[in-house]
Each structure stands twice: as structure tokens, then as C-alpha cells.
């Protein structure tokens, strides 16, 4: 298992940019609606997992693109007796994640994966799998196998916690979430800054996938009621929504206590 970032700067995915990760490097915490609420909300979930688990070894959270590491840092600082296994595509946002967290030493792990791949699902069994903001890269298929994969690489008892876009059903849904999230930029911007600057940079950069008529094919979103599907075909229980906002969700399975 590899104890750093990769050196070279080679992108495993084909898909996201270097530009791109340097957008949400710059831009990440006003282009998120209401970031730290989810930051809130994926911390009760993976609290409600540790506090009845029964296992003696130390818990394990992988975080599925973990970008610049503020999920990783939450959860690392929220939960002492954890460690987590931090994952992304991009060695650019590894590096970042590794300056956040350096202090946590050998509680973290990097490793630099390919989403579509999967074959680093075999790295080990783990308590929760967190994602943010990752898995609406993969299609339909895609994510049916991802979620089949990591149920099967789940403890008993532990949980899948996703965080990430969503397709609406219908026209009207569409421009409500790209209304919403254009309003939750606007205010993201002006509460931080006094101005627009990053809403600008927002719509310059077409970042809103709603209101887009040519969106970029690097996003695939999925119905959230098929993924919650998916999540119970796959072999999670008590699968929910837990918030849900300007075409983004929160949403959870649990893997069954071993009886």
C-alpha cells in the first residue's frame, strides 16, 4: 500500500484537467451549495456507523476522490481512532490533500486510482466509503458496479455515504436546481467576498451542469431514485436521502451487522 502521493504529475483519469483541478482548488468552497451543512451531515452519518460498531481493530474510511482534502481533514479531526484511506485520480489534489492532513502522519493513506477501473476496490475491506462530488463521473453502469464493488468491500455494518450531483427527472427539475445553484453561488460569493467574483467565474466556466445545453461529458449524473436502487440491489439496507439542494444530494446504504 503506498504511504504517499504519486511524484509525477500524470492524471490517471482522462477526463478531468489540470484546469480543472486548479478551478476548484480556487473555487471549490463558493461553487459547493451549503459545504460545510454537508461537511455536517456526512459527519453524523459515519458517527452513526463508529458508535455501533463492535469491531476491535481500528475503523478504516476510504474517501473516494478525496480532491483537496477537506473531507478527509473533517474526518481525521472529527474521528481520533480512525484512519483513512485517501483516493483520487489526480496526483495534483493528492499533493494538495497531503499538505492538509501532513499533521495526521501515519493516520492516512494515499493511493492514486483510476474511477472506471475499480480494481483498487481490492485494496481492503473498509469500515465506510465516503465520496464527494466523484461519482457522477462514472454512467449508469459505472456506478451499479461501483456500488456492487464496495458493498462487497464494506464491514458489516458499515456504510456507503455519497455526496454528489443528481440528474432530475423532468424539464422543470432542471431549471429549478440550476436556478438554486446559481442563487446559492451568488450568495456564496457576496457573503465572502462583498462580490461577484466567483459567481462570474462560475458561470464563465459553464460550471453549472443544469442550466447548460452543451454540458461537459465528464459529468454523467444518475436519477437519485435509480441510485438509491442500485445502493439496495447491491446489498445496503436502510438506504435514504439525507439532504438535497440545487441538483445535489446527500444519500447513504448500510452493509447488515453479521447476525
Known amino acids: 500500500?503506498?504511504?504517499?502521493?504519486?511524484?509525477?504529475?500524470?492524471?490517471?483519469?482522462?477526463?478531468?484537467?489540470?484546469?480543472?483541478?486548479?478551478?476548484?482548488?480556487?473555487?471549490?468552497?463558493?461553487?459547493?451549495?451549503e459545504r460545510s451543512l454537508q461537511l455536517d451531515i456526512i459527519r453524523a452519518l459515519v458517527g452513526s456507523v463508529l458508535e455501533r460498531r463492535r469491531l476491535p481493530k481500528a475503523a478504516t474510511i476510504a474517501d473516494i476522490g478525496c480532491g483537496a482534502g477537506l473531507l478527509t481533514e473533517m474526518l481525521l479531526e472529527q474521528f481520533p481512532t480512525i484512519r483513512v484511506l485517501a483516493l483520487d485520480g489526480s496526483s495534483r489534489m493528492l499533493r494538495e490533500t497531503k499538505k492538509r492532513v501532513q499533521r495526521f502522519g501515519e493516520r492516512v493513506?494515499?493511493?492514486?486510482?483510476?474511477?472506471?477501473?475499480?480494481?483498487?476496490?481490492?485494496?481492503?475491506?473498509?469500515?465506510?466509503?465516503?465520496?464527494?462530488?466523484?461519482?457522477?463521473?462514472?454512467?449508469?453502469?459505472?456506478?451499479?458496479?461501483?456500488?456492487?464493488?464496495?458493498?462487497?468491500s464494506t464491514e458489516p455494518g458499515g456504510a456507503l455515504v455519497i455526496s454528489d450531483l443528481i440528474k432530475p427527472t423532468a424539464p422543470v427539475g432542471f431549471r429549478i436546481a440550476a436556478d438554486c445553484w446559481d442563487i446559492a453561488v451568488r450568495a456564496n460569493s457576496e457573503a465572502d467576498e462583498g462580490n461577484t467574483r466567483a459567481f462570474d467565474r462560475f458561470?464563465?466556466?459553464?460550471?453549472?451542469?443544469?442550466?447548460?445545453?452543451?454540458?461537459?461529458?465528464?459529468?454523467?449524473?444518475?436519477?437519485?431514485?435509480?441510485?438509491?436502487?442500485?445502493?439496495?440491489?447491491?446489498?445496503?439496507?436502510?438506504?435514504d436521502v439525507y439532504w438535497m439542494k440545487a441538483g445535489h444530494a446527500i444519500f447513504s446504504g448500510f452493509k447488515p451487522d453479521v447476525k
Open 203 to 239: 458561470k464563465e466556466l459553464r460550471w453549472n451542469y443544469f442550466s447548460d445545453t452543451d454540458p461537459d461529458p465528464v459529468d454523467k449524473p444518475s436519477g437519485l431514485i435509480e441510485q438509491l436502487q442500485w445502493l439496495a440491489s447491491s446489498g445496503f439496507e436502510a438506504v
Open 1 to 33: 500500500m503506498m504511504n504517499d502521493a504519486p511524484n509525477d504529475t500524470t492524471d490517471v483519469t482522462t477526463t478531468w484537467t489540470d484546469e480543472d483541478t486548479q478551478d476548484f482548488l480556487d473555487y471549490g468552497e463558493y461553487f459547493v451549495p
Open 109 to 152: 493513506t494515499f493511493r492514486q486510482i483510476s474511477l472506471e477501473d475499480q480494481s483498487w476496490l481490492n485494496i481492503e475491506m473498509c469500515t465506510v466509503w465516503v465520496s464527494s462530488l466523484v461519482i457522477h463521473h462514472l454512467d449508469d453502469k459505472g456506478k451499479q458496479e461501483l456500488f456492487c464493488n464496495i458493498a462487497h
